[in-house]
């Protein structure tokens, strides 16, 4: 049986813009949750580990960040194989190429299918990415030999699972069931797509996305995995290895009930949610029209409780719109243009309805001049 330590995604260097001077310390993390991720392979007793591409950030890399990971790498006694991705992708000038890496360090740098003899009983089969938009489907052309068991390694998107990728991402190295099911590989170490998944052909695991480490932002709710596979034969089973110092989770609130700032504080406070993570704080519902929640002390009262927070507002004021529409007014006319332009552009209510609610508020100040296009 072989057993292999399979993680992806890391992302070493990631900026973490939207923590502010916290992002130093989730950086940090990061590399503590990358270090103790590789301790554990000898724990597991894996016979390799393979990284499935975008182990950092290559526009924030520095030679620093490099003599880490050889440092990391240099504590064990495995074999480690890399396959670069669309945010590492091997260049001359990329700390695959600067740093000199120990003897026990393989990173492919081709792009196309290398084959590596991992014993005398696997072959491993990786590729590359080269330049950060690359969507060759390489794996269409890689044909295993098929008296050995054989693994490949790359960093791309399997396409059935594109709506995985946020839409800020792009695919790279795109392959279909097809061409996995005629690479002949046993099992293909995958990464790019941020969350947990298996892919399978005719019932059997031919193929996973481990996810990343850590979480990266508030696409990545949910737990986050390294992942141990084993393989026996014609038969591959992945076991999930828990990782992640914090969480991202999504708050919503009702404020309905609302009457003041407070009344959503304490809401926030009887959440439940573990003060280490990272929350994002929906506030939701239709309150009514005289009252003001003061969104910048919500968000204080939040970061205080939590590593970090921000505030979304997503109220309404609690307005009948039926029957203001009945008006004969300068209010019920705004009212009723408004939702005849809805009904002519379904597509978008919801900034209609946002300019029908901003509207309102305006009548609301004695704010006279709404102008109707």
Known sequence: MLKLLHISDIHLEAPFKSLGQKGHERRLELKQSFEETLNNAEDFDVDAVLIAGDLYEAKYATRDLGYFIKKCFESLDIPIYIAPGNHDPYTKNSLYSLIKWPENVYIFS??????????????????????????????????????????????????????????????????????????????????????????????????????????????????????LVKISG??????????????????????????????????IKQSGINERNIVKI???????????????????????????????????????????????????????????????????EEVLMKALYYGLEAFDSNKKEVQIQ
């Not at 390694?153 to 792009?170: A, F, R, V």
């Not at 097809?178 to 969350?195: E, F, I, P, T, V």
């Not at 309404?316 to 005849?340: C, H, K, M, W």
């Open 282 to 348: 929906v506030l939701k519902g239709e309150i009514s029209p005289s009252v003001e929640l003061r969104l910048d002390e919500i968000e204080v009262a939040a970061k205080k409780q939590f590593y970090h927070a921000i505030v979304e507002n997503k109220t309404n004021p609690a307005y009948d719109i039926e029957a203001i529409s009945q008006e004969n007014t300068l209010r019920g006319e705004f009212v009723r243009r408004i939702l005849g332009k809805i009904e002519q552009n379904p597509e978008k």
């Open 234 to 267: 014609n038969k591959v089973k992945l076991e999930k290895v828990p990782t992640g110092i914090r969480n991202y989770e999504i708050l919503e609130i009702d404020c309905s009930s609302a009457t003041c700032s407070a009344d959503v504080i304490s809401k």
């Open 110 to 227: 081709k792009n196309f299918f290398e084959k590596i003899e991992l014993n005398e009983q696997f072959l491993i089969y990786g590729v590359a990415n080269v330049w950060d938009n690359d969507t060759t489907n390489h794996l269409a052309k890689l044909r295993a030999e098929t008296n050995i068991p054989a693994v490949g390694i790359m960093h791309g998107s399997y396409t059935p699972y594109s709506m995985l990728l946020p839409e800020s991402s792009k695919m790279c190295l795109p392959f279909t069931n097809g061409d996995l099911r005629n690479s002949n590989l046993s099992y293909l170490a995958l990464g790019h797509y941020h969350k947990y998944a298996e892919v399978e052909i005719d019932g059997e695991v031919r193929a996973g996305y481990p996810g990343t480490l850590e979480p990266l932002n508030f696409d990545e709710i949910g737990e986050r995995n390294a992942l």
